[in-house]
Each structure stands twice: as C-alpha cells, then as structure tokens.
C-alpha cells in the first residue's frame, strides 16, 4: 500500500476522550443524511460514551484532526464475538462532509490498517453498501477485495440495502 500525499494541514493521532462530542456530530450526520451506516437513530451522548469506551483499548480509533479540530475517524471493533474470530476486525471510516473527497478517509485507513496490524490482527472485514461508490473506492484503493454482497439485507430510507463484503489480509 503506498500512501499518497497527505492533505495539508491534517494531523492523524489516537482517540482521545475530548474528541467525543465532534466525533457522535460527524456520526450523526451520516445516521440522518446517508446509508453509510445503516443506524436509524442518531447516537445519544450515552451510546457515544459506550462507543468511546470500546475504542480506547485493543480497538482502536483514529482522529483526522485539521486546525486542532477532529475531522473524520476510522476505527476498528470485534468482527464477531465467539473467540475463534479473535484475529479478524472490522472497520469503519466517517468523515465530516466538508472534508469528504479530499483524500481524509485514505489518510486515515492507511494509518488504521497500519495499527491493526500492529496489534497483531490478522484479517480486516469492511461491510460497506454496496451502492456507496466513495467508501468501495476507498477500501479497494487500499487492497481491500469484494468477497461477496449481501442482497436486501438492510432497509433504509424506504429502501432495501444490499451489502458488499471486503476484506484485506493484513499479515
């Protein structure tokens, strides 16, 4: 994987608590306004806590911070719960919609594919609509490779969602 030149300005660090608020903002965005997530309901301060808990350990987030500011996240969670998946993670990647397009969210997976694998994981699962041409472009421009779809398996703004599947080996 070679990483293009990084946007101007962008800084990419570990989560930290006080990101909290301006990363459930970006979240929420894309909960009300698109199906890259497939969350109806926008994250209460509580469900952000939760989620912040979860991503200070072995399952880390990264922050795109521009101007002292957080700006988008990649994060990695557990890809099931039964032990014999230890080993495989899955991810996900949000960015605030004024830095969209502007390479943030490669910045951001390069960095996160680099920790996972540093922390020893060994595959990374990326469940992404299959219909959401930025975020497929994305992964496969970081070695992901569509292993299957998922027909109609989700329903969102009165439609159904079909899902592709990639992954990435990382060691």
């Known amino acids: 994987m070679s990483s293009r030149s990084a946007p101007r300005g962008i800084d990419i660090r570990n989560l930290i608590p006080q990101d ?18 497939l969350d109806l309901v926008p994250r209460t301060h509580a469900d952000q806590e939760r989620w912040l808990e979860q991503h200070l350990g072995i399952y880390p987030a990264l922050v795109a911070v ?7 996240y990649a994060s990695i969670s557990p890809f099931r719960p039964r032990a014999g998946y230890n080993s495989t993670v899955e991810d996900s990647v ?12 490669r910045l951001l997976l390069e960095h996160l594919i680099v920790t996972a694998t540093s922390l020893g994981f060994h595959s990374c ?5 299959a219909d959401h041409k930025a975020s497929l472009q994305l992964h496969v421009g970081c070695d992901f490779r569509l292993v299957g779809v998922e027909r109609e398996i989700g329903r969102k703004f ?14």
Do not use: C, F
């Open 94 to 105: 949000y960015i605030d919609p004024n830095y969209q397009g502007q390479g943030v969210g």
């Open 125 to 129: 699962i990326a469940h992404i609509v």
């Open 20 to 37: 909290s608020e301006q990363l459930r903002q970006i979240y929420n965005h894309a909960v009300l306004s698109s199906t890259a997530t």
């Open 66 to 72: 521009a101007k002292d500011q957080p700006i988008g």
């Open 158 to 171: 009165g439609r159904w969602i079909d899902m592709a599947i990639l992954q990435r080996q990382l060691r």
